[in-house]
């Protein structure tokens, strides 16, 4: 049990254009979601902290209205990336919680490379 | 801001014992955690300690100080497969997990 997809595993964009990525719980209906972005060789940063059917709350230095999080429901979370630029290429990774917030489940990742 | 340290890299034969340490000063505490990721893929829960003491879970082994701020993730018996990154994470009070950078392990034949 509670597993945690994303979709694309990857995607590759030019400059300038959006991508979706999405975030699903399978198999759990979950309380909170959260975004993550990890650069190579480093770790996991968060992004935002997504509540189904609030406004996402942004960490510090993140742009909300370049990284847009959607959660329309208790088992899917997105993030768009607007108008994407070669330094926004990463890996983003979503977790879910579920009643008890201690334990995140990991989705497997997004690869995104913007040329 | 939080800060979490665990070293960069550490190297071992396979068989051996590896220990990783961890060592935090955060704004808040709800326990710790350590995961294991390889590259390109997601990180795999291996362990969550919020009373001081050692947690052991197969060839796994965690330990926690919360006094001294210190944790240890303790690999018995290597394998090759073990060959990974170690993520050191503080959940905060507002239950939100900050990471420490990683420790890159390489299991050697």
């Known amino acids: 049990g509670a597993v945690v997809s994303q979709h694309p595993s990857w995607v590759i964009c030019k400059s300038g254009t959006s991508v979706k990525i999405e975030c699903r719980s399978l198999?759990?209906?979950?309380?909170?979601m959260f975004w993550y972005r990890q650069f190579p060789k480093q770790s996991l940063m968060l992004m935002a902290t997504?509540?189904?059917?609030?406004?996402?709350?942004?960490e510090q230095g993140v742009e909300k209205d370049k990284f847009l999080i959607n959660h329309a429901s208790l088992t899917l979370s997105t993030l768009t990336v607007t108008s994407a630029h070669p330094e926004d290429s990463s890996f983003y990774i979503c977790?879910?919680?579920?009643?008890?917030?201690?334990?995140?489940?990991f989705g497997p990742g997004t690869r995104l490379t913007v040329t | 801001g939080q800060n979490i340290d665990q070293p960069t890299e550490m190297t071992a034969t396979e068989g051996a014992i590896v220990q990783i340490n961890c060592t935090y000063q955060?704004?808040?505490?709800?326990?710790l955690f350590w995961y294991q990721q390889h590259a390109g893929e997601a990180p795999t829960f291996l362990s969550y300690?919020?009373?001081?003491g050692l947690e052991e879970k197969g060839r796994f082994s965690s330990f926690l100080s919360r006094s001294k701020g210190y944790s240890y993730l303790l690999l018995k018996e290597l394998q090759m497969k073990d060959s990974a990154s170690y993520l050191c994470?503080?959940?905060?009070?507002?239950?939100?997990?900050?990471f420490g950078a990683g420790t890159t392990v390489t299991v050697r034949a």
């Open positions: 977790s879910a919680t579920i009643r008890e917030p201690y334990e995140q489940y």
């Open positions: 198999d759990f209906q979950a309380t909170t």
């Open positions: 997504s509540n189904e059917g609030s406004k996402a709350t942004y």
């Open positions: 955060t704004s808040g505490f709800n326990g």
């Open positions: 300690n919020v009373l001081d």
């Open positions: 994470a503080v959940l905060l009070n507002d239950y939100k997990l900050s």
